[in-house]
């Protein structure tokens, strides 16, 4: 009789337990690891101990521009960018709720300005001045890669279909930044690249943040350092404005 009341009595507990796992909306932790977009392709099961990880890639789209002596929004053309994050996704509650992301970031920034950066070799600074009728070029943009380690607190909800909010900031190095003019139209167009800024800032840092939901978010960052170092230059502070989708 006894041992007839201990199977009963494991066989309900490996079935609580198979409910409790099964329940891929309720819970952080699941059955299987979310794979690519995340869903869930059963081909990593997830061990019972471990919550699931999430936004380990993730790419924002962005709008880009830029603050401080000149406004915002005066952008000519398309200012587009790409920032690439490999995150590494630490849980800090038991469910995962809170988590700390650490890792590494790429960022091509454009900035179609439509006027001049003007290098002065004697003070070593960059002044940003208007286009007049007299200059050739129809078109500008400041154009830059940016390598940067990003750290950011996370905050979810428990389910798998989760509200995220995401909070942080890069220190990064400003690898290169060339302002490209287009002459001429047709088959007699021409692009300068125009680089080598005296005062260029190597180091930068900025904060961010997302909002969405599950791997879906809108994106906001802002760079505290300008982009210029010589206080006699222009102070042009980046912005960048866009969405971000989390693919593991």
């Known amino acids: 009789m006894r ?11 490996s079935l609580s337990l198979k409910a409790q796992y099964d329940g891929k909306d309720e819970n952080i932790a699941s059955r299987f690891r979310p794979g690519f ?6 081909v990593r099961p997830a061990k019972v101990e471990k919550p699931r990880k999430y936004d380990r890639l993730i790419f924002d789209v962005t709008y880009n521009d830029w ?30 709720t809170i988590a700390l992301g650490i890792g590494v970031s790429h960022q091509y920034i454009s900035i179609s300005h439509g006027n001049h950066l ?6 070593r600074t960059t002044t940003y001045s208007e286009k ?21 607190l996370r905050f979810r909800k428990e389910s798998w279909r989760h509200l995220k909010f995401h909070v942080g900031g890069k220190i990064g190095y400003q690898a290169n930044l060339y302002n490209k003019y287009v002459v001429g139209s047709g088959n007699s167009k021409d692009v300068v690249k125009n680089y080598g800024f005296f005062d260029q800032n190597e180091l ?3 904060a961010h943040v997302r909002v969405g939901l599950r791997n879906w978010a809108l994106f906001g960052s802002y760079n505290f350092n300008p982009l210029f170092s010589n206080v006699n230059s222009t102070q042009l502070n980046l912005v960048q404005l866009g969405l971000s989708i989390s693919l593991y």
Request: aromatic residues 10%; proline residues 3%; hydrophobic residues 40%.
């Open 204 to 206: 930068t840092y900025s």
């Open 132 to 152: 007049t009728d007299l200059d050739a070029f129809k078109k500008s943009q400041l154009s830059g890669n940016n390598f940067a380690i990003p750290i950011e």
């Open 118 to 123: 003007v290098k002065n070799e004697t003070d």
């Open 67 to 96: 603050n401080g002596d000149r406004n915002l929004f005066q952008n000519t053309g398309l200012s587009i960018g790409l920032n690439t994050n490999l995150m590494f996704d630490v849980p800090i509650t038991l469910g995962n």
């Open 3 to 13: 041992n007839k009341i201990i199977i009963v009595i494991c066989c309900l507990s």
């Open 37 to 42: 977009m995340w869903f869930y392709t059963g």
